[in-house]
């Protein structure tokens, strides 16, 4: 089997459930692997646009998100070749192993068996054992005797409270045929910060390096890395297809603690078209450049910013004369600046850019979580009105008003149409749902 025909070879991390551990040990392999000389390329299943920022410090290498359900074959089979060059894949999935939509998009539901199957990576299968004895090799065995189940490489056991207790499970684990390629203690030091969207972002900690450091010996010291790497499989790659379009050829793009939530493959894609991005922070009270043919803010936390976005007179006088002129469109919390107005936790409303009349509170807060399909109502940067878009919602702010037109229909994965269309108003345009693809 050579790597003409196949890919790199790779492992998919995944777990029964949320809250398992993935991303601590995923985190931890990529250091790991890394400090062993090799090349290791990560991947993210689904939607997740915080955890591929941490992949790329941990392996040095950027991450990228690979989802069935939003992608078409042509733009996951250019995803995975960037896999290109590398030793290994270690691709991290998301929520349980077999979780997704009900209703399948353009590539099954999006679970991370489904991928893990189309590319050949066996399952390195978490369990958090906390409470939990000889019981966990049946939960094992029900995850790799699933009648949908991947190639299985073996268990890797977390938080575990003792060298008995471990011994227990192993026990049992050998008994069932399954192997165990590392046994995690239990260790407090080793949980990472999170706040309501996930993972404290990368950038926003400040030794982070050297938690990846703890990490990577954590791990090393506690799984088999000689028995997982021979775990490691793959099967022949997709044809690579294209990336995503840009929506213009010089792009202001706001990035800062604030926007920080825009994928990874999207910016590759512009890259790709020869892109010219001229990046500030509204935060620091930066202006986009005048020059620009479109200002995009991505998502990210304007609703933990609002009073300092609110006083950015530079930002916002220079978004307000940008826009009575050329296009610019917002995602998310992007969206949520072009408003009227932003409601903190606290209840304080802040005056936002007013370019939108949305007004969005995050005082009020309620999960709207979920994949988004929709059709376009009205042009956006790059896309004609009646285009079919891809993408993702996932926030706590509750719409207090949205007067302007509507973006888009837009509807579920299970196609009931959604409240969230997104707004247009002259030369600007947000949505709440996160572009995935066209």
Known sequence: MSELSHGPKGLAIAAPASGSGKTTLTLGLLGALR???????????????????????????????????????????????????????????????????????????????????????????????????????????GFARHPDAPPFAGVIVNNVASPRHEGMIRAEMARLGLPVLGALPRNPDMVLPERHLGLVQAGEQ?????????????????????????????????????????????IALARDVAFSFAYPHMLEGWSRAGVELLPFSPLADEAPDPSADLVWLPGGYPELHAGKLAAANTFLTGLRNFAAQKPVHGECGGYMVLGEALVDKEGVRHRMAGLLGLVTSYAKRRLHLGYRAATLAAPMPGHAAGTALWGHEFHYSTILEQPDAPLAEVRDAAGNVVPETGSVRGHVSGSFFHLIAD
């Not at 000389?37 to 290498?61: L, S, T």
């Not at 000689?226 to 775990?231: H, I, S, T, Y």
């Not at 099967?235 to 929506?247: E, Q, R, S, V």
């Open 35 to 141: 400090a062993r000389g090799r090349v290791v390329q990560p991947f993210k299943n689904g939607p997740d646009y915080i955890d591929p920022a941490f992949h790329a410090v941990a392996a040095g290498r950027a991450s990228f998100n690979l989802d069935g359900w939003a992608m078409g074959t042509g733009l996951l089979g250019a995803i995975a070749a960037q896999a290109a060059g590398a030793d290994l894949v270690i691709f991290e999935g998301a929520m349980g192993l077999y979780d997704g939509p009900p209703d399948p998009g353009r590539n099954g539901r999006g679970s991370s068996a489904e991928l893990a199957k189309r590319y050949g990576w066996p399952v390195v299968l978490v369990l958090d054992t906390k409470g939990q004895g000889q019981s966990a090799a049946a939960t094992a065995l």
């Open 206 to 250: 400040a030794e982070l390096a050297q938690v990846l450091e703890k990490l990577a010996t954590f791990v090393a010291t506690n799984v088999d890395l000689d028995a997982l790497e021979a775990a490691a499989s793959a099967a022949p790659p997709p044809a690579p297809g294209a990336w995503p379009k840009p929506p213009a050829q010089r």
